[in-house]
């Protein structure tokens, strides 16, 4: 008994050391100057583009990734193809790879020298440090999450069900739309929600292909950092809590709506 509460202890230590800790000074940090003072940071022509930038980006990111990410799910678990083992395991590569690193290969792709970047402004579409890239580079490093809920759901359920209602005359959407789909929502839920965090919070590969221009291609992170480092820190903490409250309004959303629906 003594052991258990001794280990419940240290993860709860744990947890407020590298967690709580952390979230609630940058909370306390925002406020502490009153709610005006938080709303005039907010509302500043930089910091409101910034988040306005981001949402738009997330926006764009979360519903491409949600699709190809059911899409490629489907495929690995319900088909057979050649490279299946490889395709899965390239999944995980944005999560192996450091963003910059992502960043860069964008540049060197997409960049005035790169192998795609000429062909793009002659026919007059800046790639890089502009809109696109970053949107790319957010899909990027944001892809595996829908897939990585999915497939064990999937593989869960199995196919017995889809068979049947093939069996009865239901073509593939039929199937999808009545079928698997219901059963795998909520895991598709959770990769929506993982995706969307991960879009709000892109900092490295965003960060290389932007340019990092004010009021044009500077997102929520990069102006917490900006403000940060020129000692606006009553921004960069301002602009923190919104993206933290929108991930815990999407958390708590999931929350309220899941026994609803499952009760139903």
């Known amino acids: 008994m003594r ?10 230590c ?6 709580v800790g952390p979230v609630v000074m940058v909370f306390y940090r925002a406020f502490e100057s009153g709610v005006g003072d938080f709303w005039r940071a907010i509302s500043d022509g930089q910091a409101a583009h910034a988040l306005w930038l981001t949402v ?39 999560l192996a790879l450091s963003p910059v690193v992502v960043g860069l290969a964008l540049l060197l792709l997409y960049g005035r020298q790169g192998w795609l970047g000429p062909w ?20 990027f490093v944001s892809l595996p ?16 069900q889809e068979q049947a209602a093939s069996t009865l005359g239901a073509n593939g959407w039929q199937t999808f739309r009545r079928i698997t789909l219901p059963a795998i929502r909520w895991g598709v839920a959770y990769g929506v929600v993982l995706t969307a965090a991960r879009s709000l919070g892109e900092f490295g590969a965003v ?7 004010q009021g044009k291609t500077e997102t929520a992170t990069l102006y917490i950092d900006a403000a940060y480092l020129d000692f606006n820190q009553k921004g960069a903490y301002a602009v923190s809590v919104v993206l933290a409250l929108i991930s815990v309004v999407i958390l ?13």
């Open 56 to 94: 738009l980006i997330a926006l764009i990111a979360v519903p491409l990734n949600t699709i190809f990410g059911v899409a490629l799910s489907l495929a690995i678990v319900r088909r057979k193809f050649p490279g299946k083992g490889l395709v899965n395991a390239f999944v995980d590569l944005p």
């Open 252 to 264: 708590v959303a999931m929350s309220i709506f899941k026994p609803k629906e499952e009760t139903a």
């Open 3 to 12: 052991s258990k509460l001794s280990l419940r202890l240290v993860a709860l």
């Open 120 to 139: 793009f402004l002659d026919h007059g579409v800046q790639v890089v440090y502009a809109l696109p890239a970053m949107v790319l580079a957010t899909i």
């Open 207 to 213: 960060n290389v292909v932007s340019g990092r221009i």
């Open 145 to 160: 999450f829908v897939v990585r809920e999915v497939v064990p759901v999937l593989r869960e359920i199995g196919d017995e």
């Open 14 to 19: 744990y947890l407020a050391v590298v967690l």
